[in-house]
């Protein structure tokens, strides 16, 4: 059985802090992705990734296949970047977008202070 | 906005009655997912549907089904309603296909499902 573990389970920052949230999980997988959620509740999607590193403003995801390993890094942490952030894995293949199959982390509640 | 609609937002009903959730996923994707988020549970994948057809269930209940429908949009129906379905359900929906690999997923505002 395939087991998402987060790290840590809370974390208040400073605003400007670099932050980074570890996240391991069990068996082979065919993605994993990094998830936002808002205290009103809706879901965004930050990253999807199967290899290597992704960047997207001042977030970076990386994954590390071999150690079955991934982090979620936040450059200048703001304020409005407290959320929870959710790590998933997918391991349904590839066929007829199976990547939606997900076993879910039990997140990271972000806090930043100005 | 991710494309992806989800209606009601909110619903609250009695124990042991019937709810539909309806979702309708970004113009384009033939897969829809449903989620469960509750708050002991936290977040668990219920089922996938791939262009009309079941593809993938996950911790879903008997009392509960869903289906899509012939214009893509799918509809979870929960049963005997529990206090304890008292939850977020969340749709999401990806571009899927035979030969598309890893495209991304584009998650609905959620339907809070109040059961007293």
């Known amino acids: 059985k395939n087991e998402v573990e987060q790290s840590p389970q809370n974390l208040t920052a400073q605003e400007g802090e670099f932050i980074t949230i570890n996240c391991s999980y069990s068996?082979?997988?065919?993605?994993l992705h990094w998830l936002q959620q808002h205290p009103g509740g809706g879901i965004v999607s930050l990253f999807m990734l199967s290899s290597g590193k992704k960047k997207h403003g001042r977030l970076i995801a990386t994954i590390n296949i071999q150690e079955k390993h991934s982090s979620l890094h936040i450059t200048a942490s703001h304020p409005r970047d407290s959320a929870v952030y959710i790590c998933?894995?997918?391991?349904?293949?590839?066929?007829?977008?199976?990547?939606?199959?997900?076993?879910f982390g039990k997140g990271t509640k972000l806090s930043v202070k100005p | 906005d991710s494309g992806v609609t989800q209606t009601p937002k909110h619903l609250i009903t009695a124990t042991g009655q019937r709810v539909t959730l309806r979702c309708s996923p970004r113009?384009?994707?033939?897969?829809v997912y449903w989620y469960q988020q509750s708050l002991d549970q936290g977040l668990q994948f219920l089922i996938h549907y791939y262009n009309g057809e079941e593809r993938a269930k996950g911790n879903i209940l008997e009392r509960f089904s869903a289906q899509q429908f012939p214009d893509l949009h799918s509809e979870l129906n929960l049963s005997s309603l529990e206090l304890g379905d008292s939850a977020l359900y969340f749709c999401a929906s990806s571009a899927g296909g035979t030969r598309v690999l890893l495209s991304p997923l584009h998650f609905g505002n959620g339907t809070r499902l109040t059961v007293t």
């Open positions: 113009s384009g994707d033939l897969s």
């Open positions: 068996v082979g997988i065919s993605a």
């Open positions: 998933a894995v997918s391991y349904g293949g590839y066929y007829g977008g199976s990547q939606g199959n997900l076993i």
